[in-house]
């Protein structure tokens, strides 16, 4: 019989209970006890879904309350020493209080600290903590958190398959501290650890634990490679079944290393590896179990039953009873319940299928597979056949004149008419900056009156004229604290906006908005993408009146604020009916639209947000330079429609750049603001090595916590920049956009800010 599980389930709840719960703990609203209440419930619900749908296992280990790497680094009792943690490492017990001040700095109990860093996962939009490695660094069991939930299962009646993040990829994502060492050299210890995992899990009656191996899918080295035979081989005495699971790209030169690793299992994503499979099989141990990823973990298109079934039938009758079914990933990137969207018309929502029919659909597959489909099977096979039939046909997905006009495209549409060094002497005529100019990155906090004014207009209790004066009411409130602050180029605050990207997609054709379909992208933010199901164009501006607004309010130039076309494109769930760089010059033209018509509205400084370039990026690097090229075309096909003296500017967060650093100049933005804050300025480097031509502002302060940065700190952190970038070159701002903060945080921390720009100003004029 063919198996079926999945790789991980979303644990936001599909009302975002989980966000709601955490957010009211750490404002003190709920305590302790009752936020892990709803972390229980959550489990309960999410684990009842897998066993109603029909899986054969049901995954724990997959819940957390900020982050599942986070989760390991407590496991293995990873905590750096500045959060004080020693009673519970010595207890074997770190607290979740301990784990919120490892994300954020601060939690309703501990001495607050500098939050760990945080950076994308793979190639997703969702962000994990970095692990902190020093050379000698021991490591212990350190949590029960794991053995609990699982004994939570277990009294539910549940068949439990264990998902953990594997050693290797902990130690992959880490990144060594202090003096220079090879973060591999801890890797025995680790393992050790891990081991002690294993046994007690096994004590608990775990028959399968699947240990996530990502990194097997990039380039890695030959040391890491020989790393993971040694640690396999290692684990391979626990008295349970292991499966290493690997997703987001193909094996490629690690198929051998795989398949040879002496475990009962092995999931390879069949979604972005299908040609890989025949080869996988190959190789595959007589007795090894292959996890195959034929529902896509990533997307939100229904899966074609009947063509999978065809595919993969010589699968089966090659594998037999070996043969296991899941989605390609772990669910967490995808909403929870299409269910839920009454507000999604019934032709685009047959469509869809978010995470719970995700699982219908897997099981429904095995079934197929195993020739003991049921009724609804064969019901559910032949709606999916007519509901696919229909979007291939439909007049919805294909626009004639947005493809006229991309065919249309010349190559001088994607440059500026003059080299960078010729432009910044118009700018700064323009301009007239002082040296370490101030900005922000673009929003401000959303308060819950404009959340409240958003919510009644969407509800329709509140007139469009009514809403519209509240929102120039906040704009107004914005920039006057702007000017009082001191800052040089104010932004008009983005109070009308829901989302950098869902804001945009509301005024594009070619797109859709559901109501609940949230995905977690860190903590306790979650983000709820556009879909797009068609060509996509601007019907109409769709921020100039805003900016022209604000720019009335202040003799300052008003910064316009727009997100690229990159990052539209990863934040949204694209259409799979046709390649990713064709949506994405779809998109690009539409911006290059909205980016003329603010210049000709007078908006001098336009801001055009790719904080996902990098996330776009392949794994594999012989992959790199075909994206690259289209993404930084994308770009500058919407940047390259201005004059000479309006700045152009963009920001990029939580990402390395070294890598890619040249694809970065290639962009040719006047001005980049970075997040460095984290990182203490290490980012700089790649940018120091390359000689980076332009302007760049290396975020002085991390938004992400809400400590006050210190004026010194942050005169610290720019005279650190101040050795690899040039005075006249540097900008100052945080890391990121506010609109997750509050005033009170945000004030005194721009004051801090304006008034560390201004002691430069005074050692380096």
């Known amino acids: 019989m063919t198996v079926s599980h999945i790789l991980g389930y979303p644990r936001i709840g599909a009302q975002r209970e989980l966000k709601k719960a955490t957010e009211a703990y750490w404002k003190g609203d709920q305590d302790h006890e009752a936020l892990e209440n709803v972390g229980r419930d959550l489990r309960a619900r999410h684990w009842a879904a897998q066993r109603q749908a029909g899986l054969d296992w049901v995954s724990v280990g997959d819940f957390a309350f900020y982050d599942q790497v986070l989760n390991v680094s407590a496991l293995l009792g990873a905590v750096p020493e500045r959060f004080a943690a020693q009673q519970e490492l ?7 209080d301990t784990t919120f001040r490892m994300a954020r700095g601060r939690a309703p109990s501990g001495t607050p600290a500098a939050a760990c860093e945080m950076t994308k996962y793979f190639d997703t939009n969702y962000h994990y903590l970095v692990p902190e490695l020093h050379e000698h660094q021991r490591f212990q069991l350190a949590s029960t958190r794991l053995f609990d939930e699982v004994d939570e299962a277990h009294q539910a009646g549940h068949s439990v398959k264990v998902t953990l993040t594997g050693p290797l990829t902990w130690l992959w994502l880490g990144k060594e501290k202090g003096q220079t060492f090879d973060r591999l050299s801890l890797l025995e210890e680790v393992v050790e650890v891990y081991g002690e995992v294993l046994n007690r899990l096994a004590v608990q009656g775990v028959e399968w634990v699947q240990l996530d191996e990502p990194a097997l899918v990039q ?31 193909s094996l490629g030169d690690n198929l051998s290393l795989a398949t040879r690793l002496p475990v009962a299992g092995l999931h390879v994503d069949a979604m972005r590896a299908a040609d890989e499979l025949t080869h996988v099989i190959d190789r595959l141990g007589p007795h090894q179990v292959l996890s195959v990823g034929l529902v896509d973990g990533r997307n939100i298109w229904r899966a074609d039953l009947a063509a999978l079934r065809e595919r993969f039938m010589p699968v089966k009758v090659r594998l037999g009873n070996r043969l296991w079914l899941a989605p390609s990933c772990s669910l967490l990137h995808v909403p929870v319940d299409l269910e839920l969207e009454s507000d999604l018309d019934n032709q685009l929502k047959s469509w869809l299928a978010f995470a719970r029919q995700k699982l219908d659909e897997v099981v429904s597959l095995s079934r197929l597979l195993d020739n003991r489909a049921t009724a609804e099977d064969e019901a559910r096979l032949d709606a999916v056949t007519r509901a696919l039939d229909e979007r291939r046909d439909s007049e919805r997905t294909c626009r004639k004149t947005v493809r006229a006009r991309l065919a249309a495209i010349q190559l ?6 003059s080299a960078y060094t010729q432009r910044a002497l118009a700018q700064r005529r323009k301009l007239d900056l002082p040296l370490f100019p101030t900005t922000t990155i673009g929003s401000f906090p959303q308060t819950q009156d404009i959340r409240a004014a958003r919510r009644a207009f969407k509800a329709k209790t509140l007139e469009r004229e009514a809403y519209e004066a509240r929102m120039r009411e906040e704009i107004a409130y914005s920039v ?16 009308e906006r829901n989302d950098m990207v869902e804001y945009f997609g509301e005024q594009l054709e070619g797109f859709a908005f559901t109501r609940f379909g949230w995905v977690q992208s860190y903590g306790s933010r979650c983000v709820k993408p556009p879909v797009i199901y068609g060509d996509v164009s601007r019907p109409a501006p769709m921020t100039v009146r805003w900016s022209e607004y604000a720019q009335t309010l202040t003799d300052k130039p008003m910064k316009g604020m727009l997100t690229g076309p990159v990052t539209i494109l990863q934040w949204s769930f694209v259409r799979d009916d046709q390649p990713r760089e064709t949506t994405c010059r779809q998109i690009a033209l ?33 992959q ?16 390259s429609g201005v004059r000479d003296e309006t700045q152009i500017h963009t920001h990029m967060c939580y990402s390395e750049f070294n890598d890619i650093i040249g694809a970065i100049v290639a962009l040719d933005a006047d001005v980049i603001t970075i997040e460095t804050s984290r990182s203490d300025m290490e980012l700089l480097a790649a940018f120091q090595d390359f000689a980076y031509p332009n302007e760049i502002g290396p975020g002085v302060y991390d938004i992400h916590t809400p400590n006050i940065p210190e004026v010194a700190w942050m005169v610290q952190l720019m005279e650190k920049a101040l050795e690899k970038i040039p005075t006249e070159r540097l900008w100052v701002n945080p890391d990121c956009g506010l609109k997750t903060r509050h005033w009170e945080e945000v004030e005194p921390a721009l004051a801090n800010m304006v008034e560390a720009a201004k002691v430069l100003r005074k050692r380096y004029a």
């Open 412 to 417: 001088a549409d994607s440059a500026r008419s």
């Open 590 to 622: 539409a911006l290059r639209d909205e980016v003329v018509d603010l210049e000709r509205a007078g908006i001098s400084i336009i801001q055009i947000d790719e904080p996902a370039l990098r996330e776009g990026l392949p794994l594999r690097q012989g």
């Open 90 to 96: 010595a207890a074997g017990d770190v607290s979740l």
């Open 219 to 249: 380039d890695l080295p030959l040391v890491w490679q020989q790393a993971y035979e040694r640690a396999y081989h290692r684990l391979q005495t626990a008295p349970l079944k292991l499966m290493v699971a690997t997703y987001f790209g």
């Open 480 to 495: 006057a604290r702007q000017e009082a602050l001191g800052l040089d180029i104010p932004v008009h605050g983005e109070a």
């Open 624 to 639: 790199w330079q075909a994206y690259l090229n289209w993404a930084v075309e994308c770009f500058k096909l919407s940047a």
